[in-house]
């Protein structure tokens, strides 16, 4: 079973706490191309789907660039809230993606308005889990780590499932297990 999307700001604070720690600890190493000092240098996002009044420090994409003149190259560290450069929260995303396969009509419409996905966006994303994630690098390594395996072409909807059966902590869980997904500057990161 794949639940609706969270509405309560607590949920969102987690995966922002854990944005937080991982940025911090890129920043506590050096940056990867010169070896130089890493600044902050966050940038806005106007995330979308999530609830109202979720505050400021949750329309930022924490960041880092190299403080060396002649380098200065960002550093985006992986994010267990956004989802690439997709302009939907991540969770949005994943769930949103997981309920398009199963979801009934009346139901789809009810989430479609509460979160602002249209049915193109839907089937947009629909096409990224089946293809772009399913072929991915990230994909190809981290699948072998589920026993009994996660049906591929049941995404996301059998890797939602197999994360929410703990619960609300489970969907933090599959957040931060998608979380190298989103970046491809950070080190050890490798691309979708």
Not at 39 to 51: A, C, I, Q, V
Not at 80 to 104: D, N, P, Q
């Amino acid at each position: 079973m794949c639940p609706d999307p969270p509405r309560e700001r607590k949920f969102y604070s987690q995966l922002l706490a854990i944005d937080v720690r991982e940025t911090q600890e890129v920043r506590d190493g050096r940056c990867p191309r010169c070896g130089g000092r890493l600044d902050t240098r966050n940038y806005p996002r106007k995330p979308r789907g999530g609830p109202p009044g979720l505050g400021d420090e949750h329309t930022t994409r924490l960041s880092l660039c190299c403080a060396v003149d002649g380098c200065r190259k960002g550093v985006t560290p992986e994010s267990a809230r956004f989802l690439g450069r997709k302009v939907y929260l991540g969770v949005i995303v994943v769930l949103m993606s997981a309920l398009a396969s199963g979801v009934t009509p009346a139901r789809a419409r009810k989430l479609r308005e509460e979160t602002g996905v249209s049915a193109r966006t839907l089937a947009r994303w629909r096409t990224w889990w089946l293809a772009d994630f399913r072929g991915s690098r990230f994909w190809k390594a981290s699948r072998g780590r589920f026993s009994p395996p996660v049906d591929g072409g049941e995404l996301p909807s059998s890797l939602v499932a197999r994360f929410v059966a703990r619960a609300r902590e489970g969907l933090v869980s599959l957040m931060r297990f998608l979380s190298p997904i989103t970046t491809t500057s950070a080190p050890g990161c490798q691309p979708v």
